[in-house]
């Protein structure tokens, strides 16, 4: 099929907001028009293959072109394409998705409300936080505190959740009750700590918030697994054990926002199990359809769920909550990723895999550190490999480097100058050496272009 693609690139400008876009800068360039994906690959109008090494946005886990999720929307949408779950009716993809959620899950993880994004998982999270304490006749422990640099979505409760300074700009975010402490980022705070020392400090910051604002008024932490929008930033061993010690000896429910870690995204069901800890409610979205239609929830922990239930009404809901579609779809994504044990095989195959040639590009002089933790990861770019020098922010070197791993086939994503990227769970070794043997090609012409 041929495109029109100045034609859409007008049409894309004129009529279409970008989410996160200069409207104005894109309309200079115009928009990259994808048309088509299979497997690891998207194409784009003018015919170029690229390796998709962002999964789409985190959540193309099982890779594009799966006919058994197509089959099962197909044949949802002609059974009972949709109806509520409010008065007192429910819809079967909902109830067995919940049903199957609960077996992946941590022991005690038996319930799950539905929301369509992991934005709205995030809202859901601070009412029930909030309705959960005032029915332990503790309604002042109203206040979540997250961290800076992290991210929980884009509506109003989950962009005041994230601690992206830029985002709280616009709106007059945060909203009251919500407070963040620093993020576990060992690198960019440059001392000579060891990487567990510096843990239990970062951990530290959030005993110390708790004091500050009274434990009898914070009813929960929120944090990523691994810090995902944020730029990959893995914590240190032991941090979050630290950070579970201490939601425990305040009573401050712990909350997992797995949006990006959960389905297998490190080589376990969710980032909690992968890093050993129990939180009370966790976050899902993205993987959990493959990204194929929109989904998302929280799963409640028995504390939380038990209190709910026995609570009366939960004046809360969407009216998609629980879609259909999107559940049918979810369980042909799960049924497909237990077929595959992909879980396991990241574990132990996949992951480690990739982690011994993503390490390579440590080797480029472009590159001051490269990390890995399951399916994601991150490199630094530098100007000055020997004392990690950054380049001046006005250089911005990770565009560059975005725009020609464009260029040569490859998707990565720049956050400031870390390059990114969270790959197909179901990739080949062969899949790999190309992406890492694309992403070197991209640095070798960022170098270039940086050197003039
Ligand atoms: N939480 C985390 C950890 C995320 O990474 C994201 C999206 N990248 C969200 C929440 C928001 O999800 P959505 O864009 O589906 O609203």
């Not at 104005?24 to 784009?44: C, H, N, Q, S, Y």
């Not at 530290?204 to 500050?212: A, C, P, R, V």
């Not at 239609?293 to 004046?315: E, I, K, S």
Request: include cysteine.
């Amino acid at each position: 099929m041929s495109w029109n693609t100045a034609q859409i690139q007008r049409d894309d400008s004129a009529h279409y907001l970008h989410p996160f876009t200069d409207t104005a800068a894109l309309a200079k360039t115009g928009a990259r028009v994808m048309v088509k994906a299979e497997g690891i690959f998207v194409w784009d109008s003018e015919g170029n293959k690229i390796l998709d090494a962002m999964s789409g946005l985190w959540c193309v886990n099982m890779g594009y072109g799966q006919q058994s999720l197509v089959d099962a929307a197909t044949r949802q949408m002609e059974t009972l394409p949709f109806y509520n779950s409010f008065f007192n009716t429910t819809v079967v993809p909902a109830v067995d998705l919940a049903r199957n959620l609960s077996e992946v899950t941590p022991t005690g993880f038996t319930r799950a409300f539905f929301t369509n994004s992991g934005s709205e998982a995030n809202d859901t999270m601070i009412r029930l936080v909030r309705h959960f304490w005032s029915l332990q006749n503790k309604p002042e422990k109203q206040f979540i505190i997250a961290r800076k640099n992290g991210y929980h979505g884009s509506t109003i409760g989950g962009a005041s959740l994230g601690g992206m300074s830029d985002m709280h700009k616009q709106g007059g975010l945060p909203i009251p009750g919500i407070a963040h402490i620093g993020q576990p980022y060992h690198y960019a705070c440059g001392t000579d700590e060891t990487p567990e020392a510096f843990g239990l400090r970062a951990a530290s910051w959030l005993e110390d918030k708790i004091l500050e604002i009274g434990a009898d008024k914070v009813g929960a932490f929120v944090g990523e697994p691994v810090q995902g929008a944020g730029g990959v930033i893995i914590p240190p061993p032991g941090y979050w054990q630290e950070i579970e010690r201490i939601c425990r000896k305040y009573d401050v429910l712990l909350v997992s926002d797995e949006v990006i870690c959960g389905f297998g995204r490190l080589g376990a069901w969710f980032g909690c199990q992968y890093f050993g800890y129990t939180p009370d409610l966790i976050l899902f979205a993205k993987g959990v359809t493959s990204g194929y239609l929109p989904l998302g929830g929280v799963m409640l922990g028995a504390r939380v769920g038990d209190a709910l239930v026995a609570g009366g009404d939960f004046n809360h809901g969407f009216t998609y909550s629980g879609h259909p579609v999107s559940c049918a779809v979810a369980l042909a994504n799960l049924k497909l990723m237990h077929e595959h044990k992909i879980v396991n095989k990241v574990a132990t195959d996949t992951a480690p895999y990739f982690h011994q040639k993503f390490m390579s590009l440590a080797d480029h002089p472009l590159v001051s550190i490269t990390e890995t933790c399951g399916m994601v990861a991150g490199l630094v770019l530098v100007q000055d490999k020997a004392t990690r020098a950054p380049f001046a922010s006005d250089r911005s070197v990770g565009m560059v480097c975005r725009r020609h791993c464009f260029a040569s086939g490859v998707i990565m994503r720049a956050v400031g100058d870390r390059m990114i990227i969270a790959p197909p769970l179901v990739m080949s070794h062969a899949e790999i050496d190309l992406m890492i043997a694309l992403i070197r090609q991209s640095l070798d012409a960022t170098a270039k272009e940086m050197a003039q």
